[in-house]
């Protein structure tokens, strides 16, 4: 028994090694290739940078509270990403770079400075993130219509349950030994602020100083948005019901805004709205997110 189990090590050691050599010698043919066709180093990724901002918008909740650091390794990240953030665009953009982002860039790196609300940090990031997708020309929404079958079984397929749970409740085998821990795709506060944009970035570029892989040679442009849509699904109580009239929303709105933010949206389009009725419209967005093709247009 020991001595298969020894074996075993070893043909996964030398698997690993052999892993290994074969992508080095991938990255050495990408890198020669690059040469023979004179290119430089690839550009930096828009969307690295728009990661950056959802990650502060996401996170900043457990750095600060009522002008308080609540959590120095949190906060630390809030002020390091938010300096970054600035570095990366002026990087990027060099003699293109516009006041106006600077402008909205540095300020954002005060107010967390200055320990902010969340809500202001929130109101900040989604305007830049907003901007910055006009600015940069990036499509903040799926080349085509997403599939949540199909991201359910890639999302099946791909060892995301090892860690996150088959059903997505952050209970997979491995979990408990992960710090920090996946996340839950059922937690209602957390999934009804949760964003397909920044999960389809999260997918594809991994999270750094966690043991979220980048999945970004995995997985098509579509298949990653297939995913982030399939995620917005797992929330506990999902309840949806077709609306009797469609909703005013696009497939980008449904890309790039929360439940709430969505909630929040059609609600200043209505009358003032009571509680049963704002349930129905917490339905009818349900309803959008199992079945995204319902929406009225793409933009
Ligand atoms: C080896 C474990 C592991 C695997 C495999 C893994 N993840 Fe993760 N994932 C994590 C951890 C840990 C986090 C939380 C990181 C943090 O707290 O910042 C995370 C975070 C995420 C997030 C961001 C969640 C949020 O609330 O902001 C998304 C989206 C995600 N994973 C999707 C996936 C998908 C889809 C797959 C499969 C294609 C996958 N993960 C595979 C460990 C894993």
């Not at 999902?238 to 696009?250: D, G």
């Amino acid at each position: 028994m020991i001595y298969l189990k020894n074996l075993y090590r070893l043909s996964l050691a030398s698997l690993l090694l052999l892993g290994t050599v074969f992508l080095l010698s991938q990255c050495q043919n990408t890198e020669s290739r690059a040469a023979e066709a004179g290119l430089e180093k690839p550009a930096h990724d828009p969307l690295v940078l728009i990661f950056l901002l959802q990650y502060i918008s996401r996170d900043y909740q457990y750095a600060v509270a009522e002008g308080k650091i609540i959590n120095t390794f949190e906060y630390q990240e809030m002020m390091t990403f938010s300096h970054q953030a600035l570095e990366l665009y002026l990087e990027m953009q060099q003699d293109s770079a516009q006041p106006n982002t600077i402008f909205q860039l540095q300020q954002l790196r005060e107010i967390v400075h200055e320990k902010v609300e969340t809500d202001f940090i929130d109101a900040h990031t989604k305007v830049l993130i907003t901007d910055l997708n006009t600015e940069l020309k990036i499509r903040a929404y799926p080349p085509q219509m997403p599939s949540i079958e199909r991201g359910k079984q890639l999302y099946q397929a791909s060892g995301c349950g090892t860690c996150h749970g088959s059903n997505g409740a952050g209970d997979g085998p491995v979990a408990a030994t992960l710090t920090p821990g996946p996340g839950n795709f059922q937690d209602i506060d957390g999934m009804n602020t949760a964003v397909p944009y920044h999960f389809f970035n999260a997918i594809r570029l991994g999270i750094e100083g966690t043991s979220m892989p980048a999945f970004q040679e995995a997985f098509s442009i579509q298949e990653a948005w297939d995913i982030s849509f399939y995620l917005l699904t797992l929330r506990a109580g999902l309840k949806p019901v077709a609306p009797s009239k469609p909703l005013n929303v696009s497939l980008s709105d449904l890309a790039t805004k929360s439940n709430n933010d969505l909630l929040e949206e059609l609600q200043e389009e209505m009358s003032p709205l009571a509680e049963p009725q704002k349930t129905s419209l917490m339905n009818s967005i349900d309803d959008l997110r199992l079945n995204p093709a319902s929406v009225l247009s793409n933009e």
